[in-house]
């Protein structure tokens, strides 16, 4: 299959630059060098010397360049190398002597990485993630071998959380009761939203801290290919999650989980902990889901076997009909997806 390409995706977020490390990243099969000079500059090119071919996410950042480790050979954020310091007195470095740099843009306290056709540049979106500019936030990477729609899916999905998540989390995100949910969907040519409610089983605790109301409106949305949120909303607090994903390579995905939440501090002084608690809640999440999604088995076209989807789906049928409309226009030869059927 090929990996999807032409689009922004998340390379770090601007935390895991703090240090003036280059990070070392691989996306769609791309192997990337992330840095930060020291006028703030940020560079995200492919992660090779073109001396002799080694990792420049070995070297070190210094001023305004990376310095490869090996040799010393210096590359700007645009990929030019600067510097060569075996050269004899006298010479410059000839201007062909290069890599490759990807156009990166710096949104949402993240920085992100076009990666693909430079033509096809303007119709990728980065996803508004406004609330990581607004709320304290906490992020955990996980590394999948799973299918890549299903990981897409995971977050909106409505259903699996009473059953998937009832043991760790208890029940401050909320249940769903064999109802007739309506979930308010907004469906456009890249992404999709929605909001329900669900309803308020909290422990006591998990009311103290998120509130009593009786019901939480849950808003939900999808970007192609890579973004999926879940905002849980009560009347005084909100917690919003954002997971970005894609695959590594052929067998690995990548999962960031991003968490963002209002700060209650003002009114409980006493409460202190509440990075490492979001910390600890989000990578429970996670942990759980993972079990699932590594052990589904994505049926194959030949198998003449399908998903059976029913009424209750509904927001898995839309967004199976988004993700499969877009993948076949961003990329070649792909293997297209059995599409789901609403009832057999
Ligand atoms: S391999 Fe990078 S400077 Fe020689
Ligand atoms: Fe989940």
Redesign the pocket.
């Known amino acids: 299959m090929e990996m999807i390409r032409n689009q922004w995706y998340l390379a770090c977020l601007l935390d895991e630059l703090k240090h003036q490390n280059p990070l070392k990243k691989k996306i769609v099969g791309q192997e990337l060098v992330v840095f930060k000079t020291e006028s703030g500059k940020i560079g995200v090119m492919e992660d090779r010397c073109c001396h002799r071919n080694v990792n420049l996410s070995l070297g070190k950042v210094q001023g305004e360049t990376i310095k490869c480790g090996y040799h010393g050979w210096e590359y700007n954020t645009q990929g030019a190398c600067t510097c060569i310091p075996s050269l004899p007195e006298g010479e410059t470095v000839p201007r062909t002597v290069r890599i490759e740099a990807y156009p990166v843009e710096v949104k949402h306290q993240a920085v992100w990485v076009y990666i693909g056709d430079e033509a096809l540049m303007s119709q990728a979106i980065i996803p508004p993630m406004t609330e990581l500019d607004e709320f304290p936030i906490v992020y955990n990477y996980h590394f999948l071998d799973a299918d890549l729609k299903l990981v897409a899916e ?2 909106i ?1 409505a259903y ?2 009473n059953h ?2 009832s043991a760790s989390i208890k029940t401050f995100m909320g249940n769903l009761y064999g109802e007739d949910v309506e979930f308010n969907l907004n469906i456009q040519d890249k992404y999709l939203t929605g909001e329900y409610l669900r309803h308020n089983d909290s422990s006591i605790w998990e009311k103290l801290y998120f509130g009593f109301d009786k019901e939480i409106k849950t808003k939900f949305g999808f970007w192609f290919p890579h973004t999926s949120k879940l905002d849980i909303q009560f009347k005084k607090r909100r917690m919003v999650i954002y997971e970005h994903f894609y695959q590594v390579d052929e067998h690995t995905i990548s999962m960031c989980q991003i968490t963002a939440w209002q700060k209650i501090f003002n009114e409980f002084p006493l409460f202190i902990f509440d990075k490492p608690f979001m910390l600890n809640k989000s990578n429970k ?1 996670v942990e ?2 993972i079990v699932f999604l590594e052990n589904n088995k994505r049926i194959k076209d030949e198998t003449g076997k399908r998903d059976i989807l029913i009424q209750s789906d509904t927001v898995t049928f839309e967004f199976s009909k988004l993700w499969n409309r877009n993948l076949k226009a961003n990329t070649v030869g792909y293997d297209e997806p059995v599409e789901a059927k609403d009832k057999e």
Do not use: A, G, K, W
């Open positions: 995971s977050l999905d699996h959380i998937v998540h999440i759980e889901d």
